[in-house]
């Protein structure tokens, strides 16, 4: 977690912090690679090929893009971060090429289960962030990232039903509000709620659709990014949970000890899932 | 979250799902880029260039890699997941060349703050993690990971210190066990153990310092598997919390209604931080 910028900046005299990285740049010669060439390049440090942040949006078609992304999920068991990202970087790749062909996309399989069922952030929503992050800063990713966790919070997910192309399950799914970015909640709370097994095919369902519906989500807002530039704000405002406690629990407030952009409320209103559970089990 | 391998494939007769993708095959041809040059290439959906996981791992000296965690955490402000990834793969690009020079790195800075401030997953770790994963299947990379989050949940962190390198903040900062993977808890749990504001100068250098025992664990677990292969397995048994839970709540059991493997004593154990702070605060 980084301090705030300019709490950082200002806070300390003599100190080189921020972007001031002067002597570190460590540059290695090496030998090329492929062709066999006596060829010597270098890779200075901290540099990449053509700079941060420099690939080129594209506006995709979200309908084009929903069954790839569903694809995605069940190629290789892939899963959900690697639908969702593929179903963006890879589209561009497929239309335009490099750079975005150049990807090595099954690295994002590992955001299976919130990181390989560790439970963490939702592998749909990082897939979706991580292909955000390719084009744009932190800055401007944010108000992105935003609109796209706090509409998966509270959306009535899955939506998307492939019908008879579904890999797992044929047919309609509940559906609810995951509640949380996170999947330990939001596959629990869809199963306990609906009486299903986390390891049915129900659930590997839900999650297939569930990154259809953030694929379409996230590509309606890249859309809108590109169209808008720099004045992308996003519709959805603070959750209320989150203003009330910010107005104690943020920087330059009472009680500055937390961080997060997560709606509070899962955990923090009494919810019985999270009393003691090992000596007052029900 | 994808079910169990074994149910899904067992479990319905005449559908078409796993690895199976036929049909999907969908190539584009398109002009070449660059040089102008009227090339035409194919990219063929879920593809990629080597094919998946085709990467070819390298072992790092921890100690060469740890300033450059610390380093790569301050460069642009980009925090815990590009510090923690630039140490691995950066390191390999420097040191090796392509493919590993080709990586847009500055997409890692997104998980700042557990994904721009969310909280979710610690940047530092999921930057580690997608390291694993340029590399190995999930299958191979799930010991890898289960390995360093078990080790950064218990860990005593931070433990480097720069020095008179430092950036934030000069001097010993107080450590503690993060408790969870998750950046929320991790970065709240030191605020308010040790009084320190989220928005200090401390805790920025405390996050960049634990970058650097993240990469140094990474690293190890790295080299542990580059040497050992499929044998490689950790050290780490799964948490007592998480055993017991399981004998309930999981694949198989009585009630298998949820998916994590992070410890489960911090949120279900009547921690006082999770009771209802909407009517009940102190």
């Not at 559906?175 to 949380?180: D, E, L, M």
């Not at 959750?239 to 961080?259: L, N, Y």
């Amino acid at each position: 977690m980084l301090p705030d910028r300019r709490a950082l900046l200002g806070g300390l005299g003599g100190l080189a912090i921020g972007g001031a990285v002067a002597g570190l740049t460590g540059s290695l010669a090496r030998a090329g690679t492929g062709s066999g060439a006596a060829e010597t390049r270098r890779f200075t440090r901290f540099s990449q090929q053509g700079g941060d942040f420099s690939w080129t949006p594209r506006k995709l078609d979200p309908d084009e893009c929903a069954p790839v992304a569903y694809d995605g999920f069940w190629h290789n068991l892939n899963a959900c971060g690697y639908g969702a990202f593929y179903s963006i970087v890879g589209m561009m790749a497929e239309k335009y090429g490099a750079p975005y062909d150049q990807f090595p996309f099954s690295m994002l399989a590992v955001n299976e289960g919130g990181i390989i069922g560790w439970g963490t952030i939702c592998g749909a929503l990082y897939g979706a962030a991580a292909a955000f992050a390719l084009f744009w800063n932190r800055e401007e990713c944010s108000p992105m990232v935003n609109e796209l966790f706090r509409w998966y919070e509270s959306a009535q997910l899955p939506v998307y039903d492939p019908g008879s192309a579904a890999r797992a399950f044929v047919g309609p799914l509940p559906a609810n509000a995951p509640g949380s970015v996170l999947c330990h909640v939001s596959v629990s709370k869809w199963c306990h709620g609906f009486n299903k097994k986390a390891d049915s095919n129900e659930l590997g369902e839900r999650c297939a659709r569930l990154t259809v519906d953030v694929s379409r989500k996230a590509i309606e807002i890249l859309n809108a990014k590109i169209a808008q530039g720099k004045a992308y704000k996003g519709a959805f405002s603070v959750q209320a949970a989150v203003v009330q406690c910010a107005a104690c629990h943020a920087a330059g407030k009472e009680s500055d000890i937390q961080k997060s952009k997560m709606d509070c409320a899962p955990c923090h209103s009494g919810n019985p899932h999270l009393g003691d559970k090992f000596r007052k089990h029900p």
